[in-house]
């Protein structure tokens, strides 16, 4: 059944998803009220949206949209091109990495990587994941906060034992990769893309220094694979190398720890589906798929309009950005049945929480493997696992594409 909406009340229900705690916290009925308004809509601010799963499919994945040319971003904010390349030197795209790339470009560099990623590869690398969860879970009893101490801390150190970075400059990186993502948000203020950028050096100087001293002495980890590729050929360039190494590096860090913490939150307000994973571990692969599609680390994505086309009735031009709202489309009842029930053993389809068409996450085995080490582990090493805030909810942070906690205090019991 449709319902009607003012544009009025349209912008009011964004501005509480994107803007308000509250909304952060439970966009999910806003989302509801705007998707059976109607599959796609222009709010005030010009920005277009679409939230039904089968229509964000089609937005991701029709060759109509594609990634935007950074070329003319400064209008954005209203600034010249001359005063933007002198605030943000680098930034004019030759380090762009495949997020941002159409094809051909994005096809070939996607090739060199993709085979580090295959469910296979990363099966074999399950012993180095589950090593590395257990170091961390370690020291923990008694009250633990979960984002600072297991959600932040694993992720980086997964990739970093897969790229071969010591465990100290993944430490060192991690602040640095946490700032370096905010380039990931719709339109971050320009302060935000200052600290963005300087981190974004920092951690493109970590990497320079890495990829000087493979050189030398090549070793068998994933950058001196690249580094190889880089060598011997055309298919990849110095520029692209260093673009794709960080790619690797910040793309899987916070969007893990969200599944982590969202994850978490998720099971802690259905003790009943937790025990039933305690009870029964084969439930693991649909219980981490149920926990991306409840609550997505990655709200929203979105794809350039390449040439002017009809959206579902929505007339948009070449250049425009459609906004594809991921934490909707996995509560569409056309795809999802009860989806408003949290439900571990829950079959019927993907998540939209990696995305889709050729820029589909390309870690979501790896995302998936370590989702289902954490819960595992996490069960296997402590008989309880209990909130341990007050009153007031955790909070999330203030963010519009990622979705995740600030912090997430629990209560642990050795088993
Ligand atoms: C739960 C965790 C994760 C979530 C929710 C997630 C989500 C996403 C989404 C939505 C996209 C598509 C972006 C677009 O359409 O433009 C994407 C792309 C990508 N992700 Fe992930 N991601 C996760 C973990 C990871 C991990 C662990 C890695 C690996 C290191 C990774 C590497 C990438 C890369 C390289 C791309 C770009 C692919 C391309 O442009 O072809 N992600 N991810």
Redesign the pocket.
Known sequence: VSTPLTTIELDSLLGEILMTPEGKADPYPRYAALREHSPAFRSSLGLVFVGRYDDCQWV?RDPRFG?SAVDAIWERYHLSEQEWLERFPGFDGRRR?????NPPD?TRI?KL?AKA?TPKTVGNLRPDIVRLTNEVLDGFDGVVDVIAELALAL?IR??GE?LGVPGSTCDELQPLVRSAVATLELEPPLEQLDAAADAARGIAAHFEELIAQRRTNPTDDLLSQLIHVEEHGDQLSYDELIATVI???G???E??T??IGNGLLAMLDHPDQFERLRDDRSLLPSAVDEM?RWD???QL???TALEDIDVLGVAVEAGENVITM?GSANRDPRKFTDPDAFDVTREGGAPM????????????P???A??QVVFDRLLERFSAIEPAWGDERPPHRDSLVLHGLESLPVRLTRA
């Open positions: 991701l990634k990495s495949m997020l941002g790339m994005h996607r990587v990623f992720p997964v990739i897969m790619l690797l590096f793309a899987g860090f969007t893990t969200n599944l991306l997505s680390p990655v994505d979105s794809r991921l929480s990696f995305g889709a068409g050729i820029h589909y996450c390309l870690g979501a790896l995302a998936r370590e989702g």
